[in-house]
């Protein structure tokens, strides 16, 4: 009976909604295919008042996650409050992985340059790309920040809660393993002089497109349902603007460009453990891989290691849950702090002239400034780690990646490496690239088959 009346409030919701129809060009197929827009009762919207969007990818050339019908999910994504849009690809067969994620790029450069299927009001930084079968969870927290570590701005006094969005498959035949990635926007507090007061200008600010997936064609995430696949993602630990950030009574942005631990460490603990402990409601296998760019990478990677410190692994949520994830992928990024040196002006200007400022001389310190990295999180193991990179990116950043990488060779910690998929600061997009990206996370994470 329960059923009954869930699923009459889910059409009672359809009937009530208003929605528009008409053809979007699509580069996967090559032609137009056809999409219809629907809006929420109740919309949801995002602080500057674009409306939170989902495109809905439905009839692909792929096997069906969930086991509920479109028209109920897209029935519960507006009673959330989404704008639904579906792109009807009416079975072709073009669409699989990872052909598919060049219209999940497209998609995101035309929301984040203002004009959609005819919208130019969809939010910015609360508009998702779901497959048929998938729903989301946005906003769950998964650590209560505290506002003395990086003390910007200083009228933020008491600590909000750092949040992540979870794309899941409704009503799985069987559970499916998670992507996890922290953000490389960051949400961060706001103080408005002219109002007196804080705002919620800048939280949840994780998927901001014109600083994430638009900006760097990233399409790895949205895309990874095609492969089986669950995803996730975090504000990044730095809860502060980037160029930001001192330590009580330091120097002005001492903090600028890196996080600090153990607040980081901290952080990404916690919100695996967080993914982790949602595993039944949401139908995951409890089995959670880690992707990771720029300064998400580093975040990210603190997540890799083996050492249990205190400090750490007793701060946050659901301390009783393990925190231990089955592998990760890691593009350019600080791995490791005591490394910034060996080359002079070779990108890391930020860390070579300021880390100093928080953490003192280096050989007098040195204990200190290795606590800082997730190399220093390696003791004795660590998940498999895919590293890539391009070798005309910044040089800091291939002797980040050449000493984390010996550290776990040495450990004999399965270890593989993409280089030159692209150019400079860049996450794969190629279809290639892509697929050892998916390979990688599928032999580890063990996803369930999807093509038809």
Known sequence: MIRYFTLLLLVISIINCS???????????????????????????????????????????????G???????????????????????????????????QDIMAINKAIANGSFCGYKDCSHEQSYVLFEGYRIVRNVPYFKDDPTVYNSPIEYKEGVYLKMDIVYPANPAKPVPVILSFSYSNSYATYNGGKKALTDEHKNQRLKLEYSLAAFNDSFLEGAPANGMAWAIADH?????????????????????????????????????????????????????????????????LAVGDRSVEGIDTAGFNTGTSAKVQAAALGPGVFDYTQIYNILNDGDGNLETRCVWAWGELDKNYALWRSMGSAYLVQSSASPVMFFHNTD????????????????????????????????????????????????????????????
């Open 393 to 452: 990116d910044d040089y800091y950043y291939q002797d980040q990646i050449a000493h984390f990488k010996a550290r776990l060779d040495s450990l004999h910690v399965p270890v593989s490496t993409m280089v030159n998929y692209g150019n400079g600061h860049s996450v794969p997009q190629t279809p290639e690239s892509l697929n050892q990206l998916y390979r990688f996370f599928s032999k580890y994470l063990k996803p369930l088959a999807v093509r038809k």
């Open 67 to 101: 086991r509920n019908s479109n028209q109920a999910n897209v029935a519960w994504l507006l009673a959330q409050g989404y704008r639904v849009i579906e792109l009807n690809y009416a079975g072709d067969k073009r669409t699989v992985s990872p052909v598919i994620n």
């Open 19 to 65: 929605a528009a129809s008409g053809t979007w060009e699509s580069t996967v197929t090559g032609c137009n295919i056809k999409f219809t827009a629907t809006e929420a009762t109740t919309p949801a919207k995002d602080f500057a008042g674009n409306y939170v969007t989902v495109v809905y990818l439905e009839n692909l050339n792929l096997k069906n996650a």
């Open 237 to 301: 630990p730095k809860y502060c603007q980037w160029g930001k950030g001192k330590p009580v009574n330091g120097r002005e942005d001492t903090y600028k460009s890196y996080q600090t631990n153990p607040d980081a460490a901290r952080k990404v603990r916690s919100a695996v453990r967080t993914l982790r402990k949602m595993d039944k409601e949401l139908g995951l296998s409890g089995k959670i891989g880690i992707y990771g760019f720029s300064r998400g990478s580093t975040a990210g990677s």
